[in-house]
């Protein structure tokens, strides 16, 4: 099952479309939360919002993850070991409020899990290309923040 | 006289509430309070001291102000020592509203802005005893702007 997540705050129907047309002729079994869209999407399963109990079910059960390049679906798909595809937002579509999806997607693309598209026809390519029969490669990612950081936390804590 | 020392962590949901997930073991041993925006969070993330405050972005003026009285209401109430929060605008609330009550507080601004900071991440300065950044380079062009980590 590939699982698409685009966030609760904006609808990015670009990349929704383009997995919908790709799911259209492979017959993939897709299930997208697409935000808040109203975009017509006739080959894959959506919702516009889920619970987080859902969304943590999709993402446990998910052969690969497609999304934006959001915080939450980089850090949790790198936490579950999943294999993960990001378009980032773009303002120049009025996607987003400025371009800071375009620099997170630079900062993470050298994450083993991690394939950043350009575009729709990349987005294509990468699906294309991934074997949903084969188990993820990636190994679980750690639940927590490195001890320097949670370290150097408990310190400005315990000084304030 | 010294009171007992109480957290209030904070975040919107989606990547700001992962991000603060991520640093939960910051806060063993503090009596914690968690805020965020949905509340089906509580259950997924197993949290028994979890509070909601509606969501709002800095655009919103009047959303903005509403946020900030049910902060305000919600840190009466609650009386943190400290507050830590990962963004966004309700955390920016909750942060310049516990200061205001006399609490700690420390801003870490999401490590999904690594060009510049966000709206609410700018204005942080203001109310953050700690302004923190997860992008190193962005302490060059804030003064006042600090890097200790980041979340991954």
Redesign the interface.
């Known amino acids: 099952m590939i699982y698409v997540t685009v ?3 904006l609808p990015f129907d670009r990349l929704i479309r383009a997995v919908d047309e790709w799911c259209a002729v492979s017959g993939a079994d897709v299930f997208a939360q697409v935000g808040p869209s109203d975009g017509n999407f006739s080959a894959l399963k959506s919702e516009s919002f889920i ?3 859902k ?2 079910a999709l993402m446990k059960e998910a052969d690969l993850v497609v999304a934006h390049a ?7 798909a ?1 936490q579950c070991g999943k294999p993960l595809i990001i378009m980032a937002r773009e303002f120049k579509y009025g996607e987003h ?1 400025n371009d ?2 375009v ?2 997607a ?2 993470f693309e050298d994450f083993p899990n991690i394939t950043v598209v350009a575009d729709e026809a990349e987005l294509k390519q990468a699906l294309d290309a991934f074997d949903t029969s084969a188990s993820s490669p990636f190994a679980a ?1 750690t ?4 001890d ?3 370290n ?3 310190l ?2 315990a000084d ?1 | 006289m010294a009171r007992k020392q109480k ?1 209030m962590a904070v975040a919107s ?7 603060l997930m ?6 063993e041993g ?1 009596e914690t309070v968690y805020v965020s925006t ?1 509340p ?2 509580a ?3 197993e949290l028994n001291n979890f509070r909601v405050l509606p969501d709002a972005n800095m ?1 919103k003026k009047a959303k903005l102000l509403w946020v900030l009285i049910r902060a305000f209401f919600l840190v009466l109430k609650e009386r943190p020592t ?1 507050v ?1 929060s990962t963004g966004a605008a309700p955390g920016f609330a909750v942060l310049a509203c516990a200061r205001l009550l006399g609490a ?1 507080t ?1 801003w870490i601004d ?7 900071l ?1 709206a609410a991440g700018a204005k942080a300065k203001y109310v953050a ?2 302004w923190l950044t997860q992008w190193e380079h962005l302490t060059k062009e804030y003064p006042g702007l600090e890097y ?5």
């Not at chain 2, 999401?110 to 510049?116: C, F, G, L, R, V």
């Open positions: 966030g609760t705050q619970t987080p109990e969304a943590d959001g915080m939450g679906t980089i850090i949790t790198t409020r800071h999806q620099a997170t630079k900062r990612g639940k927590y923040a490195p320097e950081f949670i150097n936390l408990k400005l804590i304030s | 957290m949901e989606g990547g700001h509430f992962v991000q991520r640093l939960r073991p910051a806060f503090m949905n089906g969070l259950s997924a993330f655009d400290h830590v700690k420390i999401s490590i999904a802005n690594a060009d510049e966000s005893h700690h200790k980590g980041r979340v991954i």
